[in-house]
Protein backbone atom coordinates (compact mmCIF):
# COMPACT_ATOMS: atom_id res chain seq x y z
CA UNK A 1 0.00 0.00 0.00
CA UNK A 2 1.12 3.67 -0.75
CA UNK A 3 0.62 5.99 1.44
CA UNK A 4 -0.39 9.30 0.83
CA UNK A 5 1.27 12.67 0.90
CA UNK A 6 2.15 14.30 4.15
CA UNK A 7 0.58 17.77 4.16
CA UNK A 8 3.39 19.45 5.30
CA UNK A 9 6.79 18.15 3.87
CA UNK A 10 9.16 20.39 5.67
CA UNK A 11 11.27 20.75 8.47
CA UNK A 12 10.85 23.70 10.90
CA UNK A 13 11.38 24.81 14.26
CA UNK A 14 8.93 27.16 14.63
CA UNK A 15 5.12 27.12 14.44
CA UNK A 16 4.52 26.62 10.91
CA UNK A 17 6.04 26.03 7.68
CA UNK A 18 5.19 29.22 5.74
CA UNK A 19 7.85 29.76 3.90
CA UNK A 20 9.94 26.94 4.38
CA UNK A 21 11.54 24.92 1.38
CA UNK A 22 10.08 21.40 1.04
CA UNK A 23 12.10 18.50 2.07
CA UNK A 24 10.02 16.17 0.32
CA UNK A 25 8.12 15.86 -3.26
CA UNK A 26 5.66 13.41 -4.45
CA UNK A 27 4.29 12.34 -7.10
CA UNK A 28 0.26 11.82 -8.23
CA UNK A 29 0.28 8.43 -6.40
CA UNK A 30 2.32 8.93 -3.35
CA UNK A 31 5.44 8.14 -4.32
CA UNK A 32 8.34 10.19 -2.77
CA UNK A 33 10.23 11.53 -6.06
CA UNK A 34 13.05 14.01 -3.75
CA UNK A 35 13.87 14.31 -0.59
CA UNK A 36 16.81 16.12 1.27
CA UNK A 37 20.01 14.01 1.96
CA UNK A 38 19.07 15.45 6.10
CA UNK A 39 16.38 17.34 7.11
CA UNK A 40 17.59 21.01 6.07
CA UNK A 41 20.28 19.89 3.98
CA UNK A 42 20.75 21.49 0.28
CA UNK A 43 21.63 18.61 -1.36
CA UNK A 44 18.94 16.12 -2.37
CA UNK A 45 18.25 12.65 -3.56
CA UNK A 46 15.69 12.74 -6.77
CA UNK A 47 13.67 9.01 -7.36
CA UNK A 48 12.26 7.66 -10.14
CA UNK A 49 9.39 5.52 -10.64
CA UNK A 50 8.26 2.93 -13.40
CA UNK A 51 4.48 2.30 -14.37
CA UNK A 52 4.27 -0.24 -12.01
CA UNK A 53 5.25 1.81 -9.07
CA UNK A 54 8.67 0.15 -8.74
CA UNK A 55 11.80 2.54 -8.32
CA UNK A 56 13.58 2.72 -11.59
CA UNK A 57 16.69 5.18 -10.99
CA UNK A 58 18.17 7.32 -7.83
CA UNK A 59 19.83 10.30 -8.15
CA UNK A 60 22.10 12.12 -6.00
CA UNK A 61 24.55 14.58 -7.29
CA UNK A 62 26.40 13.81 -10.28
CA UNK A 63 25.67 9.93 -9.45
CA UNK A 64 22.62 7.58 -10.25
CA UNK A 65 21.66 4.11 -9.64
CA UNK A 66 19.23 1.77 -12.09
CA UNK A 67 17.08 -0.72 -11.18
CA UNK A 68 15.38 -3.50 -13.29
CA UNK A 69 12.50 -5.21 -11.78
CA UNK A 70 11.07 -8.59 -12.86
CA UNK A 71 7.21 -9.37 -13.48
CA UNK A 72 7.06 -10.21 -10.02
CA UNK A 73 8.09 -6.84 -8.79
CA UNK A 74 11.21 -8.28 -7.56
CA UNK A 75 14.68 -6.56 -7.86
CA UNK A 76 16.25 -7.78 -10.71
CA UNK A 77 18.97 -5.96 -11.74
CA UNK A 78 21.08 -2.74 -9.97
CA UNK A 79 23.45 -0.87 -11.58
CA UNK A 80 25.52 1.19 -9.50
CA UNK A 81 27.76 4.43 -10.44
CA UNK A 82 30.65 2.91 -9.68
CA UNK A 83 30.48 0.64 -12.41
CA UNK A 84 29.04 -2.47 -11.05
CA UNK A 85 26.31 -4.59 -12.09
CA UNK A 86 24.58 -7.32 -10.20
CA UNK A 87 21.58 -10.10 -11.11
CA UNK A 88 19.30 -11.01 -7.91
CA UNK A 89 18.07 -14.49 -9.77
CA UNK A 90 16.36 -15.83 -6.07
CA UNK A 91 18.87 -17.77 -4.31
CA UNK A 92 21.97 -16.52 -6.30
CA UNK A 93 23.63 -12.86 -6.88
CA UNK A 94 25.94 -12.45 -9.37
CA UNK A 95 28.12 -9.52 -9.92
CA UNK A 96 30.15 -8.07 -13.08
CA UNK A 97 32.35 -4.85 -11.85
CA UNK A 98 34.88 -3.95 -15.08
CA UNK A 99 36.63 -7.27 -15.84
CA UNK A 100 35.93 -8.97 -12.35
CA UNK A 101 32.90 -11.53 -12.23
CA UNK A 102 31.44 -13.32 -9.04
CA UNK A 103 29.01 -14.78 -7.59
CA UNK A 104 27.78 -15.51 -4.28
CA UNK A 105 24.50 -18.26 -3.16
CA UNK A 106 22.51 -18.71 -0.31
CA UNK A 107 20.94 -21.71 1.69
CA UNK A 108 18.41 -21.91 3.78
CA UNK A 109 16.72 -24.43 6.22
CA UNK A 110 12.41 -24.10 6.53
CA UNK A 111 13.07 -20.82 5.26
CA UNK A 112 15.45 -19.48 7.70
CA UNK A 113 18.96 -18.28 5.82
CA UNK A 114 21.85 -20.60 7.43
CA UNK A 115 24.73 -20.04 4.58
CA UNK A 116 26.77 -18.17 1.96
CA UNK A 117 28.63 -19.54 -0.63
CA UNK A 118 31.09 -16.70 -2.60
CA UNK A 119 33.68 -17.01 -4.74
CA UNK A 120 34.50 -13.21 -4.76
CA UNK A 121 38.27 -13.71 -3.42
CA UNK A 122 39.01 -16.34 -6.75
CA UNK A 123 37.72 -19.44 -4.39
CA UNK A 124 34.76 -20.77 -3.85
CA UNK A 125 34.03 -20.37 0.45
CA UNK A 126 31.35 -21.72 2.23
CA UNK A 127 30.27 -19.22 5.42
CA UNK A 128 27.57 -20.09 8.35
CA UNK A 129 25.19 -17.41 8.75
CA UNK A 130 23.08 -15.92 11.90
CA UNK A 131 19.83 -13.71 11.20
CA UNK A 132 17.64 -12.14 13.62
CA UNK A 133 13.67 -13.00 13.17
CA UNK A 134 13.02 -10.35 10.44
CA UNK A 135 16.03 -12.34 8.20
CA UNK A 136 18.43 -9.56 8.91
CA UNK A 137 22.19 -11.19 9.03
CA UNK A 138 24.65 -9.94 11.85
CA UNK A 139 26.93 -12.73 11.68
CA UNK A 140 29.04 -15.06 9.49
CA UNK A 141 31.32 -17.89 10.65
CA UNK A 142 33.77 -19.33 7.69
CA UNK A 143 32.92 -22.88 7.26
CA UNK A 144 36.99 -23.62 6.94
CA UNK A 145 39.32 -24.27 9.75
CA UNK A 146 40.02 -20.65 10.71
CA UNK A 147 36.54 -20.27 11.31
CA UNK A 148 36.75 -16.45 10.84
CA UNK A 149 33.84 -14.70 12.35
CA UNK A 150 32.47 -11.32 10.98
CA UNK A 151 29.92 -9.43 13.02
CA UNK A 152 27.82 -6.48 11.94
CA UNK A 153 25.58 -4.18 13.47
CA UNK A 154 22.41 -2.69 11.89
CA UNK A 155 20.23 0.05 13.33
CA UNK A 156 16.21 -0.40 14.14
CA UNK A 157 15.16 1.10 10.40
CA UNK A 158 17.85 -1.04 8.47
CA UNK A 159 21.01 1.17 8.52
CA UNK A 160 24.55 -0.23 8.76
CA UNK A 161 26.11 0.89 12.28
CA UNK A 162 29.35 0.79 13.58
CA UNK A 163 32.25 -0.02 11.41
CA UNK A 164 31.73 -2.50 8.06
CA UNK A 165 32.06 -5.99 8.46
CA UNK A 166 35.53 -7.35 6.52
CA UNK A 167 34.65 -10.01 4.15
CA UNK A 168 30.84 -10.22 4.00
CA UNK A 169 29.50 -13.30 1.87
CA UNK A 170 26.59 -11.62 0.00
CA UNK A 171 24.79 -8.02 -0.98
CA UNK A 172 21.64 -8.35 1.62
CA UNK A 173 21.05 -6.42 4.93
CA UNK A 174 17.89 -5.70 6.41
CA UNK A 175 15.37 -8.03 5.79
CA UNK A 176 17.59 -10.11 3.68
CA UNK A 177 17.10 -7.26 0.83
CA UNK A 178 20.16 -6.01 -1.54
CA UNK A 179 21.96 -3.52 0.16
CA UNK A 180 22.61 -0.43 -2.01
CA UNK A 181 26.06 1.17 -0.46
CA UNK A 182 26.86 3.38 -3.49
CA UNK A 183 24.18 5.66 -2.52
CA UNK A 184 24.29 4.99 1.23
CA UNK A 185 20.81 3.69 1.23
CA UNK A 186 19.17 0.32 1.60
CA UNK A 187 16.62 -1.43 -0.88
CA UNK A 188 14.00 -2.53 1.43
CA UNK A 189 10.96 -2.89 -0.51
CA UNK A 190 8.71 -2.49 2.56
CA UNK A 191 10.11 0.86 2.77
CA UNK A 192 11.97 2.50 -0.04
CA UNK A 193 9.80 0.83 -3.01
CA UNK A 194 6.37 1.90 -1.03
CA UNK A 195 7.51 5.66 -0.39
CA UNK A 196 8.00 4.96 3.32
CA UNK A 197 10.49 6.62 5.30
CA UNK A 198 10.94 2.96 7.49
CA UNK A 199 8.83 0.34 8.70
CA UNK A 200 9.61 -1.54 11.72
CA UNK A 201 8.22 -5.30 11.91
CA UNK A 202 7.14 -6.58 15.34
CA UNK A 203 5.30 -9.87 15.65
CA UNK A 204 2.17 -9.76 17.62
CA UNK A 205 3.24 -9.86 21.55
CA UNK A 206 0.36 -12.83 22.28
CA UNK A 207 2.12 -14.72 19.42
CA UNK A 208 5.53 -14.34 21.20
CA UNK A 209 6.87 -16.34 23.70
CA UNK A 210 7.77 -14.59 27.18
CA UNK A 211 11.12 -12.81 27.38
CA UNK A 212 13.07 -10.59 29.14
CA UNK A 213 12.93 -6.76 27.92
CA UNK A 214 16.29 -6.82 27.33
CA UNK A 215 15.92 -9.50 24.87
CA UNK A 216 13.15 -7.90 23.70
CA UNK A 217 15.24 -4.62 23.15
CA UNK A 218 18.06 -6.50 21.59
CA UNK A 219 15.35 -8.29 19.10
CA UNK A 220 13.59 -5.30 17.98
CA UNK A 221 16.96 -3.43 17.12
CA UNK A 222 17.65 -6.63 15.00
CA UNK A 223 21.45 -6.94 14.43
CA UNK A 224 22.61 -5.06 17.82
Known amino acids: MTPPPVPSPATTTGATCTGITPQYTYDATGNTTKRAETPGSATSQTLNWGPED ?57 AVKVGVLANESGTAKLSFVAADAHGTSSLTISADDTQAVSKRYTTPLGWARGPAAANWPDDKRFLDKPEDTAEHSLIAYERRHHGWSATVLVPEAENRPRISQEDADLEHIGGG
Do not use: F, Q
Request: aromatic content about 8%; hydrophobic content about 35%.
Open 54 to 110: KLTKTTEGATATGYVHDADGELLIRRDPVGETVLYAGSNEVHLKGAKKWAARSYSIA
